[in-house]
T-cell receptor, first 109, second 115 residues
Framework: DAKTTQPPSMDCAEGRAANLPCNHSTISGNEYVYWYRQIHSQGPQYIIH???NNETNEMASLIITEDRKSSTLILPHATLRDTAVYYC??????????FGAGTTVTVRA | DTGVSQDPRHKITKRGQNVTFRCDPI?????LYWYRQTLGQGPEFLTY????????KSRLLSDRFSAERPKGSFSTLEIQRTEQGDSAMYLCASSVETGRKDTQYFGPGTRLTVL
């Protein structure tokens, strides 16, 4: 399974963009990158996923480097409700999500 | 569009008792997953079903744990002879099979406390 590396924590000012990096240097050519977040005591929430191209939805944008060894999740205008643990996951061939420690994002007013 | 639902949301039990949790997936999702999350850790995979077939079980799933998905709809997770180490959040997720990608949607979880 391809492992991911994320910074343990980061702060962001409310209203500013939050850029969350993730390294996945051992990713295989057909493995998707998924991002989830988990707000305290709730179930993980799906944010976005991608394979090769950059992706955008109503929640965030995902930028994947050309060599696919890293990606960045962008929350364009962070709000206090975006405070959560963010997980970057490479989906393995057996479809099991392998959650690491994630990045604890704190949005400050 | 209703999401994944889980029942109960909280369960407190005494050591040695049996407990059963229920998960109702998103309608027409043919895959259903169970994960367990202990305090301060990320969720860990337990088992998954494709329709009614249980395709994989983690080593974490001891013989005290059993999961079923009759008729490929809702699923139950039973823990027999609970131990204090079973205290955790039990999460259910569902997805629809679409080739290599598999977007799993999670329920709110059942928080188990074993006294």
């Amino acid at each position: 399974d391809a492992k991911t590396t994320q910074p343990p924590s980061m702060d962001c000012a409310e209203g500013r963009a939050a850029n969350l990096p993730c390294n996945h240097s051992t990713i295989s050519g057909n493995e998707y990158v998924y991002w989830y977040r988990q707000i305290h005591s709730q179930g993980p929430q799906y944010i976005i996923h991608g394979l090769k191209n950059n992706e955008t939805n109503e929640m965030a944008s995902l930028i994947i480097t050309e060599d696919r060894k890293s990606s960045t999740l962008i929350l364009p205008h962070a709000t206090l409700r975006d405070t959560a643990v963010y997980y970057c996951i490479v989906l393995s061939n057996d479809y099991k999500l392998s959650f690491g420690a994630g990045t604890t994002v704190t949005v400050r007013a | 569009d209703t999401g994944v639902s889980q029942d109960p949301r909280h369960k407190i039990t005494k050591r040695g008792q049996n407990v059963t949790f229920r998960c109702d997936p998103i309608s027409e999702h043919n895959r259903l997953y169970w994960y367990r999350q202990t305090l301060g850790q990320g969720p860990e995979f337990l088992t998954y079903f494709q329709n009614e077939a249980q395709l994989e079980k983690s080593r974490l799933l001891s013989d005290r744990f059993s999961a079923e998905r009759p008729k490929g709809s809702f699923s139950t997770l039973e823990i027999q002879r609970t131990e204090q180490g079973d205290s955790a959040m039990y999460l259910c997720a569902s997805s629809v099979e679409t080739g290599r990608k598999d977007t799993q949607y999670f329920g709110p979880g059942t928080r188990l406390t074993v006294l």
